[in-house]
């Protein structure tokens, strides 16, 4: 039988998931589908007892429902407890198990760069994603990590959690030249008129500055760190790594993720360059 696959989320027509994961079925001759799913957040339990009863082998989920969809499923992989969120949900067995690829994609998108483990990382925000994306640094090996928020009690809990250090926005504004690598995971600065998340006045050239958000594929924050002569990443790398791993676990296959990461760049208007 036709396996099937599937994103949800509310809305859900931006996702560029079905492309991605339709495109990895064909290159490897596998006879699934990939749909995207528009999922209210009130009919988030119906519509999963709805894909379960049509045999949904596995799917992703995008926001609001990464967290809500915790309580319904059977199983949570580690790095779903950590963040009490899920953005991948496969059957194993005759159970659905939920997962969380965000923050292992992000470092693997890293690590594409051949960056020092034992480099000092500024991590800016304390939010979901961030949570991921500092488990996932430490489980790789990552061993000096700061974390600053517009909340300084945020960073702190989320620098408790997962032994790192937290400092204020201000003091990492005068610290900027310290840190080798800079992990943007706010959506501020995004909105015409509004200021960076952090000033980059003091970041070093040569710094690592990566935003997680891959549309626009250059942000506000990543063209201010062109200009200050560091090396960019934006958030294209850790969707196709996050796909990637999800795709893996539904096939055990490990897809051409330098193809896609081009595929997707183009299809966003931009220009791929083979780092």
Same mark, same amino acid.
């Given at each position: 039988?036709?396996?099937?696959?599937?994103?949800?989320?509310?809305?859900?027509?931006?996702?560029?998931?079905?492309?991605?994961?339709?495109?990895?079925?064909?290159?490897?001759?596998?006879?699934?589908?990939?749909?995207?799913?528009?999922?209210?957040?009130? $009919?988030?339990?119906? !519509?999963?007892?709805?894909? &379960?009863?049509?045999?949904? !082998?596995?799917?992703?989920?995008?926001?609001?429902?990464? $967290?809500?969809?915790?309580?319904?499923?059977?199983? %949570?992989?580690?790095?779903?407890?950590?963040?009490?969120?899920?953005?991948?949900?496969?059957?194993?067995?005759? +159970?659905?198990?939920?997962?969380?690829?965000?923050?292992?994609?992000?470092?693997?998108?890293?690590?594409?760069?051949?960056?020092?483990?034992?480099?000092?990382?500024?991590?800016?925000?304390?939010?979901?994603?961030?949570?991921?994306?500092?488990?996932?640094? &430490?489980?790789?090996?990552? *061993?000096?990590?700061?974390? *600053?928020?517009?909340?300084?009690?945020?960073?702190?809990?989320?620098?408790?959690?997962?032994?790192? !250090?937290?400092?204020?926005?201000?003091?990492?504004?005068?610290?900027?030249?310290?840190?080798?690598?800079?992990?943007?995971?706010?959506?501020?600065?995004?909105?015409?008129?509004?200021?960076?998340?952090? !000033?980059?006045?003091?970041?070093?050239?040569? *710094?690592?500055?990566?935003?997680?958000?891959?549309?626009?594929?250059?942000?506000?924050? %990543?063209?201010?760190?062109?200009?200050?002569?560091?090396?960019?990443?934006?958030?294209?790398?850790?969707?196709?790594?996050?796909?990637?791993?999800?795709?893996?676990?539904?096939?055990?296959? +490990?897809?051409?993720?330098?193809?896609?990461? $081009?595929?997707? *760049?183009?299809?966003?208007?931009?220009?791929?360059?083979?780092?």
């Amino acid at each position: 039988m036709k396996k099937w696959y599937a994103v949800i989320g509310d809305p859900i027509s931006h996702s560029l998931s079905p492309f991605m994961h339709e495109t990895w079925f064909a290159e490897h001759g596998i006879d699934a589908a990939y749909l995207p799913i528009h999922v209210e957040p009130s $009919q988030l339990e119906k !519509s999963f007892e709805a894909m &379960k009863t049509l045999g949904i !082998s596995g799917f992703n989920i995008t926001l609001p429902h990464k $967290q809500s969809i915790v309580p319904l499923l059977g199983k %949570l992989e580690e790095n779903a407890m950590q963040m009490n969120a899920v953005n991948t949900v496969n059957l194993v067995g005759a +159970e659905y198990t939920g997962s969380n690829t965000d923050g292992d994609g992000f470092v693997r998108s890293l690590l594409v760069h051949s960056v020092d483990k034992a480099a000092k990382v500024l991590l800016i925000g304390a939010g979901g994603a961030a949570r991921g994306i500092a488990f996932a640094l &430490k489980r790789a090996g990552f *061993t000096d990590v700061t974390i *600053t928020n517009r909340t300084y009690r945020r960073a702190e809990e989320l620098a408790t959690d997962t032994n790192a !250090s937290a400092i204020t926005l201000i003091e990492s504004e005068e610290r900027l030249a310290d840190f080798a690598i800079l992990i943007q995971t706010t959506s501020v600065g995004l909105a015409t008129g509004e200021a960076l998340p952090i !000033s980059l006045d003091r970041v070093e050239a040569g *710094t690592l500055v990566a935003d997680i958000i891959y549309n626009p594929l250059e942000t506000p924050f %990543l063209k201010k760190a062109e200009e200050k002569n560091c090396i960019t990443v934006n958030g294209v790398g850790m969707f196709v790594y996050q796909g990637a791993i999800a795709f893996e676990k539904w096939t055990g296959i +490990e897809p051409n993720t330098e193809k896609m990461i $081009q595929l997707i *760049t183009e299809k966003l208007g931009g220009t791929y360059v083979n780092n």
